[in-house]
């Protein structure tokens, strides 16, 4: 592949696949509500699967001396949830080995951990 391009997937009709299985509810309303009112997102890189389902890839950057990944779930669920197409960077395509641990960005489960939205407002990674 040569430059990584942008494209705007809609997630209702090209699966996204990803490995957390849970997302803040608070924080996936904080980016729905971003949505709603014209938020422009970072983002996501993506693989483009050989069957033209796609697969968020993993990313870590060093913020205030910690690791932290940052593959694109939250904004990825956000904008399933919100209806809009999510904006995406495909960084490689091929054949990706299938596992059981992968889930569909449709099927992320909300729950109610507010400490990861506490987490997540109190770093300016996620501005």
Partial sequence: MKEPKIVFLNLDEVELY???????????????RGIELGDDFPAVKVIRRM??????????????GKIIGDGGHSRATGHYIGGKPLKCMVVAEGKLNSSDKKVRICDV????????????SAQDFYR
């Fill in 18 to 32: 990803g490995w957390e299985k849970e997302k803040s509810w608070y924080t996936i309303d904080a980016i729905v």
């Fill in 51 to 64: 069957d033209g389902s796609y697969e968020i890839a993993s990313t870590a950057k060093l913020v205030g």
């Fill in 109 to 120: 489960v909300l729950t109610e951990d507010l400490q990861d939205y506490l987490d997540r």
